[in-house]
């Protein structure tokens, strides 16, 4: 049976399919803070109970929050309940709630470790957008110096290395922390262009008033002689999580070739070290992205388990 998912009750089984069937560690208030922060673009949420009542799978519909003709979905079922036509049957529900919402474009994500996934999405007319590649990192074999060297040169040479905390978590320098943002994401190699936010409210509420942004552990990079902000490095612990999590690094396209990348994101291997006290950091970058992947590999990451999006245009 498919039935309106019941927030009381479910997110606890969601939270544990995401971790287990999507190896995307979950809590359940993470969920639940999820679902209270998009709750208005949610378009379809539905989940499958096997005859006992147990949920054994879902579906999850959002509206892009720059492109409302666009949504993020996901369909999860269990292992043991596969190849029973459950998932087919959540995804019917997804495309059906889309064509009358006026989505033109679905999207999804999935660990690339998960060929099946990858089979479903096709055969239903998805096609690959990026590859997005895990990196993973263990501290105790980093020798940080060289890099810290490395920023302490640059700073010699009219750049100030910072944090939001140091600068003052305000309301301009959160202005000054999106555009550097928006531009760098936007010139990645691989992002199409692509901007992450609508707008600096939304960049607002979806970083900066969220449980996991730490003003410390936001990395930043200023030209001293004119004051602008040219390259960054942000990194956080979510809840319940053993490692770091290193989220962007980019270098405005004017300052690249400077070493910028390298010497912000040691400050951020840094505070990983020493203030968050994890041992082990990950980070993931589209696969067409050489030159930071190149940089995380003088650093000393291995690469391991990354995600794969697709996307569907929709009559």
Known sequence: MIRYLDPANDFSTLARLFTVEMQDPTTENGLREDYETHKDRILCLKVATSKQGEVIGFNWLTRDRNDGQRAYFYVVVSHEHR????????????EAVALTSAIRELRATF??????????????????????????????????????????ELESRGFEFTSMEALGNTEANQRNLYQLNDVTSSQTMGSEGEHSWSSFEDFQQSVCQSDWYKPAGQ???????????????????????????NLFTGVDEAFRGRKLA??????????????????????????????????????????????LYVRKYLA
């Open 111 to 152: 660990p690339d470790t998960l060929p099946e996934s990858r089979v479903f999405a096709e055969k239903r007319g998805f096609s690959l957008i990026s590859h997005s590649i895990g990196m993973q990192l263990e501290l105790e074999r980093l020798d940080l110096q060289p890099f810290l060297d490395l920023a302490a």
């Open 219 to 245: 990395m930043v990079v200023i030209e001293k002689s004119t004051g602008k902000w040219v390259a960054m490095s942000a990194i956080t612990r979510f809840e319940g999580q053993a490692e770091a999590y």
């Open 262 to 307: 390298q010497a912000v994101k040691a400050k951020a291997l840094l505070f990983a070290r020493d203030v968050l006290g994890v041992k082990t950091v990950r980070t993931n970058h589209n696969a067409l992205n050489e030159p930071i992947i190149a940089i995380d590999r003088k650093f000393g990451y291995v690469q391991s388990p990354g995600e």
């Open 83 to 94: 190849h029973q036509g459950i998932g087919s049957q959540l995804y019917q529900k997804v």
